[in-house]
Antibody
Framework: EVRLLESGGGLVQPGGSLRLSCAAS????????MSWVRQAPGKGLAWVSS????????YYADSVKGRFTISRDNSRNTLFLQMNSLSVEDAAVYYC??????????WGQGTLVTVSS | DVVMTQSPLSLPVTLGQPASISCRSS???????????LNWFQQRPGQSPRRLIY???NRDSGVPDRFSGSGSGTDFTLKISRVEAEDVGVYYC?????????FGQGTKVEIK
């Protein structure tokens, strides 16, 4: 069974940083591309970033480029999202998701990021 | 960015009746490999999203066959042949052909 377990969310002040983690199990992690998708309270879904499983190529939404960094540790079956210079617009539930047949398929339960002074 | 426009945004349905959601993209979603990366997701209240359909019309494992996807180019449809109580939630289309990936606004399905 595919399992994705996010952690690292919490309350941070504007301008602060957080590092999200996503522990994967039930599949060969290194073989799959992964993404982060977020959902602001009461809003829709927004893609944040993706990382290839093969060459580690990374991709970002313009809204987070230069502030967020996606990475993976295939030896620990873990996906990361380093988030710097956070603003209130970044407050959301952050989901990690595995790709299958070309796009995001399995999702974790999400971790809540709150940005407030 | 590719804009994904869903309609309707709210869909009251009667149990056992069909339902249909439209999704239109501002650009063609045909990729250079010939595939069309159009996905449909269901998000039940309080839950994470779940993918139902990938590449326009392929059901993911475990998805009931009352869900079907169709369309091409810029015009796509998700159909539920007979709505059941467990189908209540918000449905999103998402394109994976162009970066950045973009989602529709979501369609809220509720029982009349």
């Amino acid at each position: 069974e595919v399992r994705l377990l996010e952690s690292g969310g919490g309350l941070v002040q504007p301008g602060g940083s957080l590092r999200l983690s996503c522990a994967a199990s039930g599949f060969t992690f290194s073989s799959y591309a992964m993404s982060w998708v977020r959902q602001a309270p009461g809003k829709g879904l927004a893609w944040v970033s993706s990382i290839s499983g093969i060459d580690g190529g990374t991709y970002y939404a313009d809204s987070v480029k230069g502030r967020f960094t996606i990475s993976r540790d295939n030896s620990r079956n873990t996906l990361f999202l380093q988030m710097n210079s956070l603003s209130v617009e970044d407050a959301a539930v952050y989901y990690c998701a595995r790709h299958l047949y070309g796009d995001v398929e399995a999702w974790g339960q999400g971790t809540l990021v709150t940005v407030s002074s | 960015d590719v804009v994904m426009t869903q309609s309707p945004l709210s869909l009251p349905v009667t149990l056992g009746q069909p339902a249909s959601i439209s999704c239109r993209s501002s650009q063609s979603l045909v990729y250079s490999d010939g595939n069309t990366y159009l996905n449909w997701f269901q998000q039940r209240p309080g839950q994470s999203p779940r993918r139902l359909i990938y590449k326009v019309s392929n059901r993911d494992s475990g998805v009931p066959d009352r869900f079907s996807g169709s369309g091409s180019g810029t015009d796509f449809t998700l159909k539920i042949s007979r709505v059941e109580a467990e189908d209540v939630g918000v449905y999103y289309c998402m394109q994976g052909t162009h970066l950045p990936r973009t989602f529709g606004q979501g369609t809220k399905v509720e029982i009349k």
